[in-house]
């Protein structure tokens, strides 16, 4: 169909993107550096496309999939000048440095559409205000991208189902008319070692009913021609790749009314006639088309034909005693009625048993009375039919509905009897969405998460699948405008002409995905009740059928990043994570945990100790508890949770009590005796406030244990002690002992104790490091008070070379700075400290992100595998990704020359790097175990419980605004050498 100037009026494969006046911040816009801007995005966010998109630039991500899983990204591209004809393409993976012919990731540019806030039934209101979503996922290879606009791009990967399971690496790249590369993003993919099942096998059932009349209109084909057959291919290509299930077919003529644009009124595919002498007479062609055509793709699990009891009582057929078509008014209970359908069904009933299709059959209805459905059904089941509906919940159809679809909240009706039941007997129960629900949803203006959460939805209420109304039931202008004279925006489909994808069909898919993992995993962990009982925690979650859709988002991505990691803790026993204090079973009252400390006692014994946050947040907030655990296993088991320090929890506007709280804890055990010394910061005052000075500052503590961690000493205040050393050079406002791990000296020994350090975290100045040769007795500055280490830094860890040469890590956003500390005089600890190197660990291809993040360091002496000869192996803990997620244990040998010490070679030349966990996860530490395994206490599992009110204290004292109450899972895991080096390096003892 062409318009004026001879353009489409239904354009498919290039079309013109829809424009909207709204605002341009060109201020920001102007503040951008020169060129295209590029970065990896959320895809939960609708990114608008006239202003800056807010993030943090990340150009390294990683995705994790199972085999045989479609797993989706969003990046976004942006400038304040235009560029023009710029195109997209995927690398091929590489895995293990080689490059391999996988090339199964694909890039495509999304467009915008019209959309408004409505979401509800009834006629559309005109007069809302307009805005732009990016929701179209284009075909087009190459696009403009105009000044002062953002553009956002879905990435797709789609893992092959006989991969092997590994890391993967793809790029992204940006690609100018010339050819020249304008941008590119890297893509870590690690493929899970599982596998998805094919689509035929999978267990959730998907219903989106068909339109294959919009087709044949926008495509202006005859219906049912070869035409309208052809064009109606690669859309039940892509509804069979998603799982559909079900042939939407249609017997009579207009099961819905108005619901459906004016030119696509639903046709029958089956010709009702009657003949002269009053017999009637049935033309399956159409339906056996359509069927045929469906059973290609493998949508062939069930035919729901639509419907003995259309919304307006209406049954046309053609009456060739007249010649034309007539309509026969009537009502379930009328004879009339009975004797239409009696005779119809018999003849359908002959046809399909004929064409092998009679027991996947279903006389459908939708949203009829019980008292309709019921009359219905005893006419279909007369003749051995079942029957399908979506509509209400009604106890009376629960036990004869084949096909039963609920609105969804009402799937709580069903009693849990039912529902077995139902199931015992081949039964299948979904939910539907329709306009009457707000969230979530799949409208336009539906957060994109909440595609995802539907089907999690179904698999936390033990339901089969989904249904909706209208997949590709389009209007007149579906690529520029989603609004429709009926129901909310972009309710009439999902899917756009062109075979153009939408981010919310694509986070369905993803949600199945999903929802298949659950049924897997859930069989699997039958015999493993811990895990069971953690997957069951977090479909408790999902049972919400009105939920705010900002929450999907947090809980799909909770709940992706365990169903993704759940084989990465059932390599071997001795491989197993587990949580020894545990925050996400929590309920938003009880404490939650943080901030791990470990140490390697007298006799092997493993001393764990967290932070029992009873405030919800850190120190300066009121209450903080320090607890312990021990295990005399090297972790297999561990003693029940003990107090080593409880906080009162005193508050006040004038007196900073050194009993509020006890929190960061930093732990280290003696070589040679059975003491151990724990550091905390005590009292209640913020470290980042300015309120907290010399005079009102930090308060430090101090405990000891002289039987080997089983008991402690009362914390003593060593504030003054700490403080003081630096008031005559560089005094501090603030200061820490930073958490995990006090480090001993291996080789210095300064009379009846080696040589321990503490970093400091310091305001201002950055990082101090104090020593103490007494085991914590008394302390001194390294390298005197006037040292700096490291300016700047944050949360620091010590290790040591071989010589005794001091190692400072410090925490920064994308990395870590490092700095030695050489000696001159060992005894009175002069020296001096170099000038600070920073890395992002690159050099491994898994360089980390923005995140800033406490980590931990391990020297351990090893045999290199490949020649057999001995190095110092440097380990480092820290997270991964951008965000506080994916940590990872990066190694590197240490080959230089001691006597001449470079920082850049501490920096640089990372050898590779060892993921932990695959969700999120921050603060780590790491000890060798007296058995030669390395022991990681961590931080996994975020969970947050909202918000609490600031108490009043020194720090705030009006008590204003509110904290986070907020934690994570303590988890406990240890490794061989040559798990976390992939075989390059076995241990041979510590240092």
Known sequence: MMGQNNVSVYPLEKYVEPDLDLPIDSAAWQNLSEGLNISW????????????????????????????????????????????????????????????????????????VITDDYKSCGYHPTDLPQWLVADVIDMDLSKDISAMETRPVWCTVEVPRDICSGKYYTTMEVVGKDGKILGKLQLKINVV????????????????????????????????????????RPYLEALARAGQRSVTAIMFYEPWGEQIYYEDKFDPMIDVIKSEDGSWEYDYADFDKYVELCDEYGINHQINCYSMVPWDMNFRYFDKAINDYCFLKTSTSHEDYRTLWSDFLYSFKEHLIEKGWFEKTNIAMDERSPEDVSNAYQIAVALGFKV???????????????????????????????????????????????????????????????????????????LDG???????????????????????????????????????FERLIEGIHQYEKVMILKEEFKNQPERLSRLNHLLEGFKDSSIDGKKCAEMVNEMEAFLNGAD??????????????????????????????????????????????????DPGFGRIDLVSRTSDDFGVTWSEISEVAVGSGRVSAEENFFDTAFGDPAIVADRDGQGLLLMSVAGCTLFTDTKTNRKNPNLIAILRSEDNGASWSEPVDVTEVI????????????????????????????????RIYAALCVREGGNRVIFSDDFGESWKPLGGAEALPVEGGNEAKCEELEDGTLILSSRTSGGRLFNFFTYRNVRRGKGEWGQASKTDFSDTGYRIGRNSTNGEMLVVRAVRLSDGQECSLLL???????????????????????????????????????????????????????????????????????????????????????????????????????????GRYKLVEAL
């Open 41 to 112: 995005a959320s895809r939960d966010i609708h990114y608008e496309k006239y202003q800056v998109p807010y993030l943090k630039y990340v150009s390294d991500t990683m995705v994790w999939g199972w085999k045989g899983e479609r797993v989706n990204l969003m990046a976004v591209i942006f400038s304040k000048s235009s560029f023009e004809e710029v195109s997209l393409r995927m690398t091929p993976w590489i895995k293990d440095g080689f490059v391999t012919q996988i090339n199964s990731a694909q890039a495509r540019f999304v467009n915008y």
């Open 193 to 232: 070692n599982r596998t998805l099942p094919e689509v035929r096998h999978q267990k959730f059932h998907l219903d989106l009913w068909q339109q294959p009349y919009s087709v044949s209109r926008y495509y202006g084909v005859e219906r049912w021609s070869q035409g309208h057959l052809q064009a109606l």
């Open 388 to 462: 399908a509906l979506a509509g209400n919940y009604h106890s009376s159809l629960s036990e004869i509905i084949q096909d039963y679809s609920v609105a969804i909240g009402q799937d709580k009706m069903f009693t849990a009897a039912e529902l077995s039941s139902r199931k015992s007997k081949g039964q299948i129960t979904t939910i539907y969405t329709s306009c009457a629900d707000k969230e979530p949803n799949i409208f336009t203006n539906s957060l994109p998460a909440e595609a995802a959460y539907i089907p999690l939805y179904a698999a936390a209420a033990g």
């Open 466 to 504: 989904y249904l909706h109304w209208s997949w590709i039931n389009w209007h007149e202008n579906p690529l520029a405008d989603s609004r429709y004279r009926m129901f909310g925006s972009g309710d009439t489909y999902c899917y756009y002409p062109g075979n153009r994808s939408s981010v919310r």
């Open 568 to 617: 990465s803790i059932s390599v071997c026993a001795d491989y197993d994570k587990q949580i020894l204090f545990n925050t996400s079973d929590g309920d938003g009252i009880r404490a939650p945990y943080r901030i791990p400390a470990l140490a390697s006692a007298k006799h092997g014994r493993l001393v764990a100790v967290a932070a029992r946050l009873v405030c919800g947040t």
């Open 723 to 754: 403080y003081s050393l630096f008031d005559n050079f560089n005094p501090i406002d603030a200061a820490f002992v930073t958490s995990g791990k006090i480090f001993q000296s291996r080789v210095i020994k300064v009379g009846e104790y080696y």
């Open 876 to 982: 480092h803990s820290i997270p991964t990704a951008d965000s506080r997620e994916n940590l990872g244990i990066y190694f590197k040998e240490l080959s230089f020359n001691s006597e001449v010490i470079d920082i850049d070679d501490i920096a640089e030349g990372w050898t590779g790097c060892y993921f932990v966990s695959n969700t999120t996860s921050a603060y780590s530490t790491l000890v060798l175990q007296d058995d030669g395994k390395i022991a990681l206490l961590f931080e996994e599992n975020y969970k947050w419980f909202g918000k609490r009110p600031n108490p009043v204290t020194t720090t705030f004292p009006t008590g204003e605004g509110f904290h986070n109450f907020d934690g994570y899972d303590i988890v406990f895991i240890n490794y061989d050498l040559e798990t976390i080096t992939s």
